[in-house]
């Protein structure tokens, strides 16, 4: 036989390093090292994710792991109407449903383009009505030829190619086989399933279909769809049903996940590669009645369901090279006085706060490493109620309480020293942002007004005004292109952006609030915290147009200071007044989703 040598430049690629571009599972041998080699074989892993706004079981739902729909459903309390919207980071309010809220109605589509049919609108009540959402709406459709429910969770095709097969009709619910099809238009009978079965889930599209599980019982058979006829197929490994399932998925790649298998909720997820089912990672919760998305086998989106009870949580499935680690809030090092109304500059890792209340105006100034707070020299004066943006080392704090402060105060990384006064007298609650040389303050009190003013390093001139009064508001971004957002009293959802010239209005936030912080970028921005008739621990992310949620802080406070000189993806919070107003010496440090490629390992025989 051969050995390896002889075989180099037929079967496995000689190689003097390891390949730049290697694929997941691609071989090669390393001269150098004398290795044989291989790149990653990919793992499958569950993470959690952004928690929806609602709690909700039973709704509808599909899309991608990046654009993906969740809507209608149950409780607690009652039964829902509203949509949701994910753009692979976070939650964001969509259009309301028209007709109620078709619990196991069947749903398809994408979120732009989108289709939901039938369901429960009460235990005993089935509907007939159809809508289709168009990324904004939903509007009323052609119904149903009969009123049906409990039928597919995932559903199968796209808005005007669509198929609704099996589920239930009449009360008590008789599971039946029937298939409809939709055009776009109207809806026509397709052949029957071999097997009536209530509470499935699928993938495919109209011409090539996949219908698993079910019920009455917990079904592990599984039927494929070619348009006209179904037939059966490989069975899965664990029969249950009320999956959720990568529903734009094709028929040949596709995940199952969740559900119910006797005796009770599963975790397991399995993985469809045309002809068999591969048990992978379990999901963290147990859950069914949730919602799914997801376009192939390489990844899929769980949502609420009851775990019990009805769940706003949120688990994404991904398998390759790659390694996911979910955006998440941490303790950092905590400051050494209780401290609230202070003002930050810099980085995660490069971070300053000053003055505050601690308890009364206080001038004092910290630096952070990343993991622990030292004492760097104190203000040019006491204040709190003040602003801050800059860097660890060139740093500016802007205005505050007591009044005699309007003058800005200037930070070189050794020493504080008086900068250039405000153009019209004593303010405070200023939202700022840029750099100490080139920085924007808008909004103040009393009163909320509308001013605004440029800093070129030694004075400030006045710019166009806010469109909207505020103050105690978000704000991040560059002197050319920046954002403030809610503040004020009554409390704002509004945002406005700068670009170097004035203000338009962009997206509203879906949580009004102030005497909140914020930082990041216009197009990566981000606000976390806040006062909305509490202390507020909701974080929201923006990505120039919108803003959707992302995981809460740990503790709910308001009247902090933040530090986020560059994207949203790395930032902190520090001090600030929790529930009762009681002043905080807490840091909480985020991180957004980040993704590693596995190294490339050498291939051995022990």
Same mark, same amino acid.
């Given at each position: 036989?051969?050995?390896?040598?002889?075989?180099?430049?037929?079967?496995?690629?000689?190689?003097?390093?390891?390949?730049?571009?290697?694929?997941?599972?691609?071989?090669?041998?390393?001269?150098?090292?004398?290795?044989?080699?291989?790149?990653?074989?990919?793992?499958?892993?569950?993470?959690?994710?952004?928690?929806?706004?609602?709690?909700?079981?039973?709704?509808?739902?599909?899309?991608?792991?990046?654009?993906?729909?969740?809507?209608?459903?149950?409780?607690?309390?009652?039964?829902?109407?509203?949509?949701?919207?994910?753009?692979?980071?976070?939650?964001?309010?969509?259009?309301?449903?028209?007709?109620?809220?078709?619990?196991?109605?069947?749903?398809v589509g994408t979120l732009t383009a989108g289709l939901t049919t039938?369901?429960?609108?009460?235990?005993?009540?089935?509907?007939?009505?159809?809508e289709e959402y168009n990324g904004t709406a939903w509007t009323s459709?052609?119904?149903?030829?009969?009123?049906?429910?409990?039928?597919?969770?995932?559903?199968?095709?796209?808005?005007?190619?669509?198929?609704?097969?099996?589920?239930?009709?009449?009360?008590?619910?008789?599971?039946?086989?029937?298939?409809?099809?939709?055009?776009?238009?109207?809806?026509?009978?397709?052949?029957?399933?071999?097997?009536?079965?209530?509470?499935?889930?699928?993938?495919?599209?109209?011409?090539?279909?996949?219908?698993?599980?079910?019920?009455?019982?917990?079904?592990?058979?599984?039927?494929?769809?070619?348009?006209?006829?179904?037939?059966?197929?490989?069975?899965?490994?664990?029969?249950?049903?009320?999956?959720?399932?990568?529903?734009?998925?094709?028929?040949?790649?596709?995940?199952?996940?969740?559900?119910?298998? !006797? @005796?009770?909720?599963?975790? /397991?997820?399995? +993985?469809? =590669? &045309? %002809?068999? $089912? *591969?048990?992978?990672? #379990?999901?963290?919760?147990?859950?069914?009645?949730?919602?799914?998305?997801?376009?192939?086998?390489s990844s899929v989106m769980v949502s609420g369901g009851q775990t019990?009870?009805?769940?706003?949580?949120?688990?994404?499935?991904?398998?390759?090279?790659?390694?996911?680690?979910?955006?998440?809030?941490?303790?950092?090092?905590?400051?050494?006085?209780?401290?609230?109304?202070?003002?930050?500059?810099?980085?995660?890792?490069?971070?300053?706060?000053?003055?505050?209340? !601690? @308890?009364?105006?206080?001038? /004092?100034?910290? +630096?952070? =490493? &990343? %993991?622990? $707070? *030292?004492?760097?020299? #104190?203000?040019?004066?006491?204040?709190?109620?003040?602003?801050?943006?800059?860097?660890?080392?060139?740093?500016?704090?802007?205005?505050?309480?007591?009044?005699?402060?309007?003058?800005?105060?200037?930070?070189?990384?050794?020493?504080?020293?008086?900068?250039?006064?405000?153009?019209?007298?004593?303010?405070?609650?200023?939202?700022?942002?840029?750099?100490?040389?080139?920085?924007?303050?808008?909004?103040?009190?009393?009163?909320?007004?509308?001013?605004?003013?440029?800093?070129?390093?030694?004075?400030?001139?006045?710019?166009?005004?806010?469109?909207?009064? *505020?103050?105690?508001?978000?704000?991040?971004?560059?002197?050319?292109?920046?954002?403030?957002?809610?503040?004020?009293?009554?409390?704002?959802?509004?945002?406005?952006?700068?670009?170097?010239?004035?203000?338009?209005?962009?997206?509203?936030?879906?949580?009004?609030?102030?005497?909140?912080?914020?930082?990041?970028?216009?197009?990566?921005?981000?606000?976390?915290?806040?006062?909305?008739?509490?202390?507020?621990?909701?974080?929201?992310?923006?990505?120039?147009?919108?803003?959707?949620?992302?995981?809460?802080?740990?503790?709910?406070?308001?009247?902090?200071?933040?530090?986020?000189?560059?994207?949203?993806?790395?930032?902190?919070?520090?001090?600030?007044?929790?529930?009762?107003?009681?002043?905080?010496?807490?840091?909480?440090?985020?991180?957004?989703?980040?993704?590693?490629?596995?190294?490339?390992?050498?291939?051995?025989?022990?």
């Amino acid at each position: 036989m051969a050995g390896y040598n002889e075989l180099h430049g037929l079967k496995v690629k000689y190689l003097s390093d390891d390949p730049s571009n290697a694929e997941d599972g691609q071989v090669w041998y390393n001269s150098t090292t004398g290795n044989l080699r291989v790149q990653g074989i990919g793992v499958g892993a569950w993470i959690s994710s952004t928690s929806l706004s609602e709690a909700r079981r039973l709704g509808g739902g599909f899309g991608t792991t990046s654009a993906a729909i969740t809507f209608g459903g149950f409780g607690p309390p009652d039964n829902k109407t509203t949509t949701e919207e994910y753009n692979g980071s976070g939650w964001t309010a969509g259009g309301a449903l028209n007709n109620g809220t078709a619990r196991f109605a069947g749903s398809v589509g994408t979120l732009t383009a989108g289709l939901t049919t039938g369901g429960l609108s009460s235990p005993t009540v089935y509907q007939n009505s159809t809508e289709e959402y168009n990324g904004t709406a939903w509007t009323s459709v052609t119904n149903l030829p009969v009123a049906r429910g409990a039928g597919s969770t995932g559903g199968i095709g796209i808005q005007t190619a669509a198929i609704i097969a099996v589920g239930g009709t009449g009360i008590p619910t008789t599971a039946d086989a029937a298939t409809l099809k939709y055009d776009g238009t109207n809806w026509t009978a397709g052949g029957s399933m071999n097997t009536a079965r209530v509470y499935t889930a699928g993938f495919g599209t109209q011409t090539a279909g996949l219908y698993m599980g079910g019920a009455p019982g917990t079904k592990a058979n599984v039927e494929l769809y070619d348009g006209t006829s179904w037939s059966e197929t490989t069975d899965m490994n664990t029969g249950r049903y009320s999956l959720v399932t990568s529903n734009n998925s094709p028929q040949t790649s596709g995940i199952g996940a969740s559900g119910y298998a !006797a @005796p009770g909720l599963s975790v /397991a997820t399995e +993985s469809w =590669d &045309g %002809s068999s $089912w *591969t048990n992978q990672s #379990n999901m963290a919760t147990a859950r069914n009645g949730a919602t799914g998305a997801g376009a192939s086998s390489s990844s899929v989106m769980v949502s609420g369901g009851q775990t019990p009870p009805a769940s706003t949580a949120v688990e994404e499935y991904n398998f390759g090279t790659n390694t996911f680690t979910a955006a998440a809030w941490a303790s950092g090092g905590s400051i050494p006085t209780a401290t609230a109304l202070n003002s930050g500059a810099g980085t995660q890792t490069a971070a300053l706060t000053f003055g505050g209340l !601690a @308890p009364s105006s206080t001038n /004092a100034s910290l +630096s952070y =490493d &990343g %993991s622990s $707070w *030292t004492a760097t020299p #104190n203000l040019y004066r006491a204040a709190y109620y003040g602003s801050g943006c800059g860097t660890q080392t060139a740093a500016l704090n802007v205005d505050g309480i007591p009044p005699g402060t309007s003058t800005s105060q200037e930070f070189n990384g050794s020493s504080w020293s008086e900068g250039g006064a405000l153009s019209d007298g004593n303010r405070f609650s200023t939202s700022t942002f840029g750099i100490q040389t080139a920085a924007i303050a808008a909004g103040y009190s009393p009163g909320g007004l509308t001013k605004s003013e440029q800093y070129n390093g030694t004075a400030w001139t006045t710019t166009p005004a806010l469109p909207y009064g *505020t103050y105690s508001a978000a704000s991040g971004g560059t002197t050319s292109a920046g954002f403030v957002a809610g503040g004020g009293n009554p409390i704002k959802s509004d945002t406005a952006e700068w670009d170097g010239e004035g203000y338009t209005a962009g997206g509203n936030l879906n949580s009004a609030r102030r005497n909140t912080c914020g930082g990041g970028t216009q197009t990566a921005g981000i606000i976390m915290g806040g006062y909305d008739g509490n202390a507020s621990s909701a974080t929201e992310g923006y990505d120039g147009t919108a803003w959707s949620t992302r995981p809460s802080m740990g503790t709910a406070r308001y009247s902090l200071a933040s530090s986020t000189a560059g994207p949203n993806t790395a930032t902190m919070v520090i001090a600030g007044s929790a529930s009762g107003g009681a002043k905080q010496t807490i840091t909480e440090e985020f991180t957004g989703e980040t993704s590693v490629v596995a190294p490339a390992s050498n291939i051995t025989t022990s």
